[in-house]
Structure formats: C-alpha cells, structure tokens
C-alpha cells in the first residue's frame, strides 16, 4: 500500500517567501507529526495532530511556522517570511494509533533551500 | 530536559559486529528507538524497547538497556555493506503519543 507522502520532494525560495509543504498520511492514520532535520543532525520534533486538532505544537520554532489537517488527513506546513536558517528537510509521519510504540512510518521529507 | 547524545562516526569490517552507542538524560522514557536512514530514503524504525527492558533481540540486531546509566546500545552481528547507513537513536515519553526525541545520528561505514 501507499506509504506517507511529502510534496515537493525539494522546494528552493528566497528569503522572506512564503512556502506551503504538504504531507499526505497513510489512509486512515489519526496521528500525524512533523519533524524537521538540519543538516547533520537528528530529527527535531515540530508539531503532533490528532485528528483535526494539533495536540502539541510545543516543538514550532516561532510564530512564523503553522500547520493545519482541517480534514484529519493531509497536513500542511506553512513558513512565512522563510529565513536561512529554516532551511532543512521537512519530515512527516503518520500512525494508525497516537501511542503506538512500532508504527509511526516516515515519509521521505521535503528538503528546503532558503536562498 | 530531554537531551540524547549519539558518537557521531564508525567504521567496521564486512563480517564484524558493529556497536553503536546512545546515552540519554530524562529517565522518564517510556520508549526507546533506533532508526535507519540511507540517503535518500525515509527514516526506518529498526528495533524499539520499552523502557522496563534489559535486552531485545530481533534477528541480527541486539538492543541493550541500562536504564541506571541511561545507556542504550544496538549490536549488529554479521555487518554487510548494506548496513551503511546513518542510525539514530530516539526516546519517546507517557502521555498517549510519541513525541520522538532524536540524537544526531552515527554514520555507520561498512568496509570490506
């Protein structure tokens, strides 16, 4: 079946755009969480959904990030007024279950260049 | 707070055992994880335990815990140039989801 995915693969835009990444979750999964990972470093945690809702959003760097599922299955991440430093690769993930141990299936991420 | 420390390089022979090491900080984990990710691809989860674990084994992968430490290892017997990748080692905590915790990853090099 369909596994998580990330559209663009691969997104350049200069600085101070606006940018809208999408993540379509395996069908049927509740969970979706955005991560994103800087060059050389692990996985950073962003923002988690459930459903509709973002149950925790603890992980979004400043009030230039916002994300939004108003279906409960595609997610998009927005970026206002893109900086260098946002530049990364944008990692989703979905799970058929929020406390699920072995189920949280990565998609393939979109990697941002910030010009 | 939550902070997981990872070395970041290792180089071993085909056929040898690779460890690959991990210390975390918050003891209040209720998972931890190792994942694979090859370039170019999606992170994969290899292995996870739970955290009143000691041990876990799942083929050619051993995962270790000491929890008193707060030391996670993952032995992979038999290395293959396959195994080349870069392995992250994640926690995740009680609250009804998982929120992973990421270190920075060791570059696992596999040669001949």
């Known amino acids: 079946g369909a596994g998580v995915s990330q559209t663009p693969s691969n997104k350049v835009t200069e600085k101070g755009k606006y940018v809208e990444l999408r993540c379509d979750p395996i069908?049927?999964?509740?969970?979706l969480y955005w991560y994103r990972q800087s060059l050389g470093q692990g996985p950073e945690f962003l923002i988690y959904f459930q459903g509709t809702g973002a149950a925790d959003d603890s992980g979004l760097p400043n009030d230039r990030f916002f994300a939004v599922r108003p279906e409960g299955s595609v997610s998009t991440l927005k970026i206002q007024r893109t900086e260098r430093g946002d530049s990364a690769v944008y990692l989703c993930?979905?799970?058929?279950?929020?406390?699920?141990?072995?189920?949280?299936?990565f998609g393939p991420g979109t990697r941002l260049t910030v010009l | 707070g939550e902070d997981v420390e990872q070395s970041l390089f290792l180089s071993v022979r085909e056929g040898d055992s690779s460890v690959i090491n991990c210390t975390y900080t918050d003891s209040s984990s209720t998972y931890l994880y190792w994942y694979k990710q090859e370039p170019g691809a999606g992170l994969q989860l290899l292995t996870y335990i739970f955290s009143n674990m000691d041990m876990k084994q799942d083929q050619r992968l051993t995962v270790l815990l000491n929890k008193k430490d707060k030391h996670l290892s993952l032995r992979i017997a038999d290395t293959q140039t396959g195994d080349s990748a870069i392995y992250f080692c994640?926690?995740?905590?009680?609250?009804?989801?998982?929120?992973?915790?990421f270190g920075a990853g060791t570059r696992l090099a596999v040669h001949p």
């Open positions: 994640a926690e995740s905590f009680s609250g009804g989801y998982n929120k992973l915790i």
């Open positions: 993930a979905s799970s058929p279950e929020a406390g699920a141990a072995d189920t949280q299936y």
């Open positions: 069908s049927g999964h509740t969970a």
